[in-house]
Nanobody
């Protein structure tokens, strides 16, 4: 099968920056859309950003501050987060649409990584 592994989370002060990465590995034929979601304590999981052959799209709450990008050769998606606010504190999850070597198409999730914005 396949798995997604996130890295790069941690603690940052308000106004600071942090970069997340997520790498897909396993029996992958191709990686299609890749997304970031987040879940703050006590809240529902919410969409953050997506990147696909059609381009990129962002939640209104992060537009102009976050940038999603990818390295196709490494099956990796990145999320550059600038001008961070305390309300960006959440567990961030990577999500990807994959075509496996069996040609099965799946959507899978990473385990999540904590981002805390606090002084």
């Amino acid at each position: 099968q396949a798995q997604l592994v996130e890295s790069g989370g941690g603690l940052v002060q308000p106004g600071g920056s942090l970069a997340l990465s997520c790498t897909a590995s396993g029996s992958i034929f191709s990686v299609n859309a890749m997304r970031w979601y987040r879940r703050a304590l006590g809240k529902e999981r919410e969409f953050v950003a997506v990147i696909s052959s059609g381009g990129t799209n962002y939640a209104d709450s992060v537009k102009g501050r976050f940038t999603i990008s990818r390295d196709g050769a490494k099956n990796t998606v990145y999320l550059q987060m600038n001008s961070l606010k305390p309300e960006d504190t959440a567990v961030y999850y990577c999500n990807a649409d994959l075509t496996l070597t069996t040609r099965a198409q799946i959507t899978t999730w990473g385990q999540g990584i904590q981002v805390t914005v606090s002084s």
